[in-house]
């Protein structure tokens, strides 16, 4: 099994171009997450979709847009990018959600995005 | 301020030597806490998970712990590896939403 793949791994825009960050899962998982990560911090929620046909903002939603294609799938758009949103992404999918105990969430590879 | 507290920031240890990283929490009301593992350029992968009725939980070399009253756990490695070199971050999750709050993570150096 593929796990939670991301595309790209690696890209790098100029300042108010826009890109969209892919993310799909094998799992059959209701839950999937977006994060980014920074030095020095922990990863930080960006946007997350409790289950298909819904999405809510995460800590750090300003400048993102994300949408739920199916349950497989979770994308992430940047529509004017800018240097502040150079990190690294990860996408996360969970099987139903943190509420039921026990459950793990399972992360992709990342996607590291520079922004000049 | 960050929910999750971890420490130390950084350590180097000798290969076949222990080591216990902390993580404390304010996280309220809890539901669960777990461990990571980060490989440099790879994502985050579970170690342990542990509910608020558990206080010990194992993986192999890696022994999590946790004290639900103090608001803290630990996870120690047993006889290190060059493979453990990595940055272990503590989660814990809310039990009322779906989100996890994220320590910032220890990074471990083994050396040989």
């Known amino acids: 099994n593929a796990g939670v793949t991301q595309t790209p791994k690696f890209q790098v825009l100029k300042t108010g171009q826009s890109m969209t960050l892919q993310c799909a899962q094998d799992?059959?998982?209701?839950?999937m997450y977006w994060y980014r990560q920074d030095p020095g911090m922990g990863l930080r929620l960006i946007y997350y979709?409790?289950?298909?046909?819904?999405?809510d903002k995460g800590e750090v939603p300003n400048g993102y847009n994300v949408s739920r294609l199916n349950k497989r799938e979770f994308s992430l758009r940047l529509e004017s990018a800018a240097p502040s949103q150079t990190s690294v992404y990860f996408c996360?999918?969970?099987?139903?959600?943190?509420?039921?105990?026990?459950?793990?969430?399972?992360f992709g590879q990342g996607t590291r995005l520079t922004v000049v | 301020k960050n929910q999750v507290e971890q420490s130390p920031q950084s350590l180097i240890i000798l290969e076949g030597k222990n080591c216990t990283l902390q993580?404390?929490?304010?996280?309220?009301?809890?539901?669960?806490l777990r461990w990571y593992k980060q490989d440099t350029g790879r994502g985050p992968v579970s170690l342990t998970i542990?509910?608020?009725?558990?206080n010990t939980k194992s993986n192999g070399r890696y022994t999590a712990t946790l004290d639900a009253d103090t608001k803290q756990s630990s996870l120690h490695i047993t006889a290190s590896q060059l493979s453990d070199s990595a940055s272990y971050i503590c989660?814990?999750?809310?039990?009322?939403?779906?989100?996890?709050?994220f320590g910032a993570g220890t990074t471990v150096t083994v050396r040989a």
């Open positions: 979709s409790a289950s298909e046909g819904t999405t």
């Open positions: 799992m059959n998982h209701n839950s």
């Open positions: 989660v814990v999750s809310f039990a009322n939403d779906y989100k996890l709050s």
């Open positions: 993580c404390n929490y304010t996280v309220s009301p809890f539901s669960n």
């Open positions: 542990m509910t608020f009725s558990e």
């Open positions: 996360a999918s969970s099987p139903r959600g943190d509420r039921v105990i026990g459950t793990e969430a399972f």
